[in-house]
């Protein structure tokens, strides 16, 4: 991961990632931002391998925005991978996506995903409910530390 990424947003569609990092920066909720636009790039990303193998992971990531309708990788399996994987498990996950399939809603909870919301057609809607989930997840969610959540003392 990218060292000092606060969220990391998981987006194929140019304009929501545009809407996204305008409200995030608009509301002051996060000073860094990764995007990665497909699940491939996105594992790599969380787990330090391929175009990300050079970078240190980092604890630092507080959430994750994925979208579940990706490229190369589909994002129920990164949220898979994401959710199994000790170094990742505790980061909380929150499924921005525009998929109202039922079967994409239970598969996600039953992943692991933190919170699953369908992003509003309209541009205001969609950035209030960016901001929301930002002032959410990064300003009051807490999150065990890393060392609580590896069960050191």
Known sequence: MMNGTEILLIEDNPEDVEI???AFQKYHLANKIHVARDGEEALECLFGTGRYADR??????????LDIKLPKV???EVLQRCKSDS???NIPVVVLTSSREDRDLV???NLGVNSYVVKPVDFSQFTEAVRQ?????ILLNQR???LYSEGRD
Do not use: F, N
């Open 74 to 76: 589909d994002g129920l």
């Open 56 to 65: 240190p992971l980092s604890s630092q990531t507080r959430l994750i925005l």
């Open 107 to 109: 598969e996600s909870y």
């Open 133 to 137: 989930l930002g002032l959410y997840w």
């Open 20 to 22: 996204t990092l305008r």
């Open 87 to 89: 170094r990742t498990k």
């Open 144 to 146: 065990p530390s890393e």
